[in-house]
Each structure stands twice: as structure tokens, then as C-alpha cells.
Nanobody
């Protein structure tokens, strides 16, 4: 599976962006997908995850109520809608795919495939 993240950019605080994670491969619908982010000088941190059929979703506490993860398996794409953006949300955002699933969805090492990242910049 190859992943390509896009949709990042510059936005004012309070604004919105929608990130996309486009995947190659006909079996993408069987993969768990996560979004992570990494700010300069900080470790990569979990943002959100979604199971293959979209029926179970997890969020980091700091994005609950502001971000929404979704997927369109027919388009091999997972989205991250980000609303009410804050300066502290500024980071490179990565999507990742994991075939096995499980309880460790917040850990980067769980995921087998990664996209290249897309920069999100939030001005105050």
C-alpha cells in the first residue's frame, strides 16, 4: 500500500482544513488507518484512527469535537476534517495504514505504511 497525504496549508486560528490520504492498492478497504502529527522538536503523536469499515473511530483528547476522521473505501481515501484550528495544531500531518488492527492504534510502530506528510500551519 502506498499512501499520499494532501490538503495541508496555511490557515488562521479558528479556520478549517480537510486533509486527504489517498491510497493505492485494491485491498485498502481492509486496512486500519491513522492520522498522526509531528511538530518541530516533538515526537510524533496520535490524532485519530478509523477501522476498515468506518464503524469504530478513535480520537486523541485534544482533537475531540474539532476533528473528524472518515473514509470512502470506494475512492481509497481517508479524510481528516479539521475545524476550529489552533496554533498548537501546527505540525506535519501523516496518515498511516495497518492491516492487523488491535488495541495499540495510538502507537506509530503499529502501522506498516506511511504517507509523506502534509504541513499544516495555523497563524494566530
Amino acid at each position: 500500500v502506498q499512501l499520499q497525504a494532501s490538503g495541508g496549508g496555511l490557515v488562521q486560528a479558528g479556520g478549517s482544513l480537510r486533509l486527504s490520504c489517498a491510497a493505492s492498492g485494491r485491498t485498502f478497504s481492509r486496512y486500519h488507518v491513522g492520522w498522526f502529527r509531528q511538530a518541530p522538536g516533538k515526537e510524533r503523536e496520535f490524532v485519530a484512527a478509523i477501522v476498515p469499515n468506518g464503524g469504530i473511530i478513535h480520537y486523541a483528547d485534544f482533537v475531540k469535537g474539532r476533528f473528524t476522521i472518515s473514509r470512502e473505501n470506494a475512492k481509497n481515501t481517508v479524510y481528516l476534517q479539521m475545524n476550529s484550528l489552533k496554533p498548537e495544531d501546527m505540525a506535519v500531518y501523516y496518515c498511516a495504514a495497518d492491516y492487523g488492527g488491535g488495541i495499540h492504534y495510538t502507537l506509530p510502530d503499529t502501522y506498516d505504511y506511511w504517507g509523506q506528510g502534509t504541513q499544516v500551519t495555523v497563524s494566530s
